[in-house]
């Protein structure tokens, strides 16, 4: 599969500009840009970086019956075993974000749109911090901490990470409509920030027993083990409100 690539110097959102490329009619894409002025995260969030970062998405066609369950993290752990294959610094949080030395590196969003002919559009956005946080930044603006890559490799650039990203991205998705998540199951396990931890998903809390080979989090409970397909993954235990 060819991925077309483009850069642009500014844009809203590269996911935004992947997803329109898609609904009108575009082959598989990957598009990076030096600056987004409406990054999107998770849940609505913002996604924003004061220090450089490297924001791209890849877009691609998708037959509309494939299971996407488990795709961000196999993403994740693609994105991990090139820039850490030691395994040793980064780490992932269920479902979607990139630790390093327990600060938030990164993060995945994928975002879908209907296509014609039985079709989906994929889009895979992914965002990671390249330098810290300059003096000043409002750090209360990054809930989950800001890890920068400069930091597991000085050398590291928007260019330079993304040339190294994208062959390893392309394996991936050449596999995954076929093999789905499940080989990359033992991968996430060993970068499995939350294993073992008390955890709350939702209303839901128990302990993180790693997950399925369909990528849902299993969660220990009192009424015994639970799949959990979606959701945002705390944790700590808080008190309910
Ligand atoms: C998250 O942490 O909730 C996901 C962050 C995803 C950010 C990337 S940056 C490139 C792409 N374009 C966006 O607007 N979002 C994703």
Redesign the pocket.
């Known amino acids: 599969m060819e991925f077309t690539r483009r850069h642009l110097a500014e844009c809203g959102?590269?996911?935004?500009e992947a997803l329109d490329h898609l609904r009108d009619g575009g082959g598989p894409l990957l598009v990076s840009a030096s600056r987004?002025t409406?990054?999107?995260?998770?849940l609505g969030?913002v996604?924003q970086s004061d220090g450089a970062a490297l924001?791209?998405?890849l877009a691609l066609p998708l037959p509309a019956a494939l299971d996407l369950s488990g795709l961000s993290l196999a993403v994740g752990c693609a994105v991990a075993d090139e820039l850490d294959p030691a395994g040793r610094r980064i780490r992932l949080k269920w479902p979607?974000?990139l630790f390093l030395d327990g600060a938030k590196l990164?993060?995945?969003?994928i975002e879908a749109v209907p296509l014609p002919g039985g079709q989906r559009g994929v889009v895979i956005?992914?965002?990671l911090n390249l330098q810290p946080l300059p003096p000043g930044a409002d750090r209360s603006a990054y809930a989950s901490g800001h890890a920068a890559l400069q930091s597991l490799d000085p050398a590291a650039t928007a260019a330079a990470t993304l040339d190294r990203l994208a062959p390893a991205l392309r394996a991936l998705l050449a596999d995954f409509e076929t093999l789905g998540f499940a080989p990359w199951q033992p991968a996430f396990a060993r970068r499995d920030l939350a294993a073992g931890q008390p955890v709350r998903v939702g209303e839901q809390v128990g302990i993180a027993r790693g997950v399925s080979v369909r990528g849902e989090l299993l969660l220990e409970t009192a009424g015994g083990v639970q799949a959990v397909s979606a959701g945002e993954l705390s944790l700590r235990l808080e008190t309910s409100p």
């Not at 959102?13 to 935004?16: G, I, M, P």
């Open positions: 959102s590269t996911n935004t987004q409406a990054g999107r995260g998770r969030r996604w924001t791209f998405s979607n974000d990164g993060g995945i969003l956005g992914i965002g």
